[in-house]
Structures are given as C-alpha cells and as structure tokens.
C-alpha cells in the first residue's frame, strides 16, 4: 500500500515508473499465488464434494499448510461466488497462528456469525471483525482441533440461518438493454455512479446467438455474439464451459481496448441455455 500511496503522489516522473514497475511485479506474483491457492482449493472441495452432483454444505472453510496469508480474502471470495455459500479461507500467519478471512452472501451477517460461535465456544476466537459480507478472524489455542471446530461452528450458524431459498443464487438483473444504449456513453455514465451494497450495479439479460467461443488464458471464455442485428464483443471471466448456440445472458457493460480502439464489451456473469 505503502509503494501505491507513493506512487500516486510523487512529482518524479521516473520514481513514478520505477514504483509503477515494483506494483506490477508485485501483483504478478499475487496473481500466481493466487491461482495455485484456488487449485489447492478445488482439491479440498473435491474432497468434502467427491460427487459432481454433491451439494456444498451450508458454509464452506478451508486451510492449506501452503495457503498464503495475502490472499485469503480474494481466494474467499472466489469460492463464494462459485458456490453461493459462506467462505471462509485460512492461512498460517508470521506468528504462527491461523489467519482467516471470509466473504457472505445475502442473509448471513458474517460479524454477527463469528460473534455468536464466540459465545458458544469461548476461546476459539482470539479476535474477530467485520461486517455483513466480509469479517476476518485468528484462531486461538491448537491449530488442527481449533480449525475443526471453527469449521463445525460455521457449519451449525450457517445450517441455522439459512433456507433453500437463501442458498438458491438468484441474480437480479434490469433486463435487456435497447440498442440505442448499447454505446460508450452509457459505460462512462454507469462508471461514473458509486455503487455498492443494496445499490448495485446495473446487469442486463438478452438472449444471444453465439457466433464464436475460444478460451483465453485458459480460463476465460471470450465470445463473439449476435445482439439485436448487431455483433458484440463478450467475455465470460473464469469460465472455460462452452455455450450453446443460443443463450440467455447476464451481463454488465465494459469498454474494452485494444491496439488503442476502444469498443462496447459484455461482461458476463451467468447465463442460461436458451
């Protein structure tokens, strides 16, 4: 944060792309650290889940002797989004002790979760915050019985509070965007809002013909698509199944550049055989 901070504010143009050069070598490596985390991650999952049909438990946490402290809360977040349940992912910290930070979803308040399994097995927590949708703990006492525990508690919270309904992901979308919106001013006008919790950010659904499909990355599906008479670009990021040839897509608009040409991109973030 330090190297940021000192980046942006900085009259030197050459400490500036000296400082901007250590950010992007730093976030390389996050990004790797990152993508063997989720491996290690799908291997647990695989394990408490051997079936493909096997539903997830109410709330899911994990820990990996190779896990990394830095990242847990965006491992957390992606293991959330994959499977709609609470997450939370721990890591050895410098002391010593397990490090965990976890994400929420709609109808379970992570901080008032930690709370209450702090009062039902005192001394498993050494300290705890956050709030609705994030919250961050270290376990106290031994690491392996306290992990379990701490799984378990999760487990009973998350069984007591949440419904089918709840666990049911459910995206809510403002439906399809008329052509004439479909254009970079509508982008920079919807970038320029702050959105958030309970007001978020606006998603669309149309049906689509998809005209092409390829992997990039190996992990994310890029598509070439027919949208009212006209081709659009889309990318689907973290999604290496292919769609069918028509599609219901969700989707949020981004502007896209390239060789120094900007164009319209459909972000999407699920979809429906049609």
């Known amino acids: 944060m330090t190297l940021g901070i000192e980046c942006l504010i900085t009259d030197d143009a050459g400490r500036a792309a000296h400082l901007a050069a250590q950010l992007d070598t730093i976030n390389r490596e996050r ?29 899911l946490a994990l ?7 830095g990242v847990v809360g965006i491992v957390a977040g992606r293991v959330k989004d994959r499977f709609h349940r609470p997450s939370f992912v721990f890591a050895r910290g410098a002391d010593g002790r397990l490090k965990g930070s976890g994400r929420s979803i709609a109808g379970f308040h992570l901080r008032d979760a930690l709370d209450l399994m702090s009062k039902r097995h005192p001394g498993l927590l050494l300290r705890f915050g956050g709030h609705a949708m994030a919250a961050g703990c270290t376990l106290a006492g031994d690491e392996d019985a306290a992990f379990d525990i701490f799984d378990q508690a999760l487990r009973q919270v998350a069984n007591e509070w949440l419904d089918t309904a709840t666990l049911t992901r459910r995206l809510r979308t403002d439906g399809p965007l008329q052509a004439e919106w479909f254009n970079p001013a509508t982008v920079t ?19 689509v013909q998809v005209l092409q499909q390829r992997l990039v990355g190996d992990k994310h599906m890029k598509l070439r698509v027919r949208l009212l008479g006209a081709e659009r670009d889309a990318i689907w990021f973290g999604h290496d199944q292919p769609l069918p040839d028509r599609a219901v897509l969700a989707y949020r608009l981004s502007m896209d550049e390239w060789n120094g040409r900007q164009r319209v991109q459909m972000v999407v973030e699920a979809a429906e055989g049609a």
């Open 189 to 207: 006008l919807l970038d320029a809002q702050v959105w958030g919790q309970g007001f978020e950010a606006p998603m669309f659904c149309d049906e």
């Open 31 to 59: 990004r790797d650290v990152e993508a063997g985390m989720r491996e290690l991650a799908e291997l647990t999952l695989a394990r408490l889940m051997p079936e493909s049909d096997t539903p997830p438990p109410s709330a």
């Open 63 to 69: 820990f990996d002797e190779a896990f990394h402290e």
